[in-house]
């Protein structure tokens, strides 16, 4: 078969290969717990399925402009006002199909050839592929546990070379759920901007961060930096609405109709319907957020206690639903790095996990806490004993 030479050399997701192990087991009749999850196991909410039926009632099936119903790139500019003071316009949302759209056409439209992209590690699984895709270079700034795996001014700048033109920021992240804070993220943008570099922050997961840490987004620098950073959002993980495929990016206006001429000669709008619901969840009503926040604090607590239990180095996350501990003082012979660790456990107990090479960190396995509190228990007592020898 002929794939071009740009295809065969893009990694397969990781993450899908280890669902696709799992389904194989469960095929077998073998009972399969999976903590790799990445979407909130909660309900899309029913004002927002109630808007979607009412659009297609309404008959609100055909082609939307490419960017975005009006209605909904205003309710973009506006949720970043509202909840990060950003003086923002419709001009400047672009809306895509999910978070992962509006990163892909990000890099498409910022990145040249040869271009140097910094990625803090661990880093999301699908950063280096994406900028491999823009013919760009991946330079990872490696972070530890002891430093809540981020990265500072000195490490970014340790990193930067004459080339290095992109930084991604991926606040709360996946898969460490560690967050910076408004002060450290002010300090990244300013040395960026001194340095012509341009940051990408995924804030996907921005509202889902858990007391006494508040929300903190690159939105609320918008004025001072309005042609050198670009905010990826979504109502996938806030609005448990993996499925739908909705994101958005806010970005300088030339900025939204460069991405707007790669979706327009790509996807075109995404879905009419979506884009409905889209605008029912951003104007709606927010407490679903906040109910299932108080499920995950107590998720991520009673998980936290666990993994650290075990003598395994763990920051205690602010956002998002996944724990990254240090794994590797239990690697063996037979078991020598992360991946061969979670096709034991998941061969063993039935627990699937996510290896931590997939992130750039071999050392550490990533958990997912978005299951209901007895699956998660009943999973983590299943790896504990694994790891532990009991
Ligand atoms: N960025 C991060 C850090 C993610 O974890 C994900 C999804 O897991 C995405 C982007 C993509 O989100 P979406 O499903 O909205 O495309």
């Known amino acids: 078969m002929r794939i071009s030479d740009r295809l065969t050399r893009i990694k397969p997701s990781a993450t899908l290969a280890v669902n696709a192990k799992a389904q194989e087991l469960r095929a077998q009749g073998r009972e399969i717990i999976s903590l790799?999850?990445?979407?909130?196991?909660?309900?899309?909410?029913?004002?927002?399925?109630?808007?979607?039926?009412?659009?297609?009632?309404?008959?609100?099936?055909?082609?939307?402009?490419?960017?975005?119903?009006?209605?909904?790139r205003k309710a973009v500019a506006e949720y970043y006002t509202r909840f990060y003071g950003a003086k923002t316009s419709a001009d400047n949302a672009i809306?895509?199909?999910?978070?992962?759209?509006?990163?892909?056409?990000?890099?498409?439209?910022?990145?040249?050839?040869?271009?140097?992209?910094?990625?803090?590690?661990?880093?999301w699984v699908s950063y280096p592929a994406m900028v491999q895709l823009a013919e760009g270079v991946s330079v990872f700034v490696p972070t530890s546990a002891e430093e809540q795996y981020l990265v500072t001014v000195d490490t970014l700048e340790a990193a930067r070379t004459g080339k290095t033109r992109v930084l991604i920021l991926n606040s709360p992240?996946?898969?460490?759920?560690?967050?910076?804070?408004?002060?450290?993220?002010?300090?990244?943008?300013?040395?960026?901007?001194?340095?012509?570099?341009?940051?990408?922050?995924?804030?996907?997961y921005d509202r889902l961060v858990y007391a006494p840490f508040e929300p903190v987004s690159l939105a609320k620098t918008w004025e001072k930096y309005p042609d050198t950073i670009a905010i990826v959002g979504a109502l996938s993980k806030s609005f448990c609405m993996t499925g739908w495929r909705v994101g958005y990016a806010l970005a300088h206006e030339e900025l939204v109709k460069a991405m707007n001429k790669i979706q327009g000669q790509s996807t075109s709008n995404i879905n009419s319907i979506t884009q409905k619901a889209a605008l029912a969840a951003l104007t709606g009503p927010w407490d679903i957020v906040d109910e299932m926040k108080q499920a995950f604090i107590r998720r991520r607590d009673r998980a936290y206690e666990i993994i650290t239990g075990w003598g395994a180095p763990c920051p205690k996350p602010d956002g998002a639903f996944y724990l990254f501990p240090v794994l590797e003082q239990f690697y063996t012979e037979e078991t020598p790095d992360s991946a061969a660790m979670c096709s034991r456990i998941l061969e063993e107990v039935g627990v699937a996990l996510v290896p931590?090479?997939?992130?750039?960190?071999?050392?550490?396995?990533?958990?997912?806490?978005?299951?209901?509190?007895?699956?998660?228990?009943?999973?983590?007592?299943?790896v504990g004993s694994v790891l532990l020898g009991r």
């Open 356 to 382: 931590g090479s997939a992130f750039g960190d071999d050392k550490c396995i990533r958990f997912s806490y978005a299951v209901d509190d007895d699956t998660l228990l009943d999973a983590l007592s299943k």
């Open 173 to 204: 992240s996946n898969p460490t759920g560690c967050c910076y804070t408004q002060e450290q993220l002010e300090a990244i943008a300013k040395w960026a901007r001194d340095n012509d570099i341009f940051i990408i922050s995924d804030e996907v």
């Open 95 to 123: 809306i895509s199909n999910g978070g992962k759209q509006a990163l892909y056409n990000l890099l498409m439209a910022v990145v040249n050839p040869g271009d140097e992209v910094l990625i803090p590690a661990p880093y």
């Open 36 to 72: 790799a999850v990445g979407q909130p196991d909660f309900g899309t909410p029913a004002h927002v399925c109630d808007a979607a039926k009412a659009a297609l009632d309404e008959g609100f099936t055909r082609y939307t402009p490419v960017p975005g119903i009006p209605a909904l």
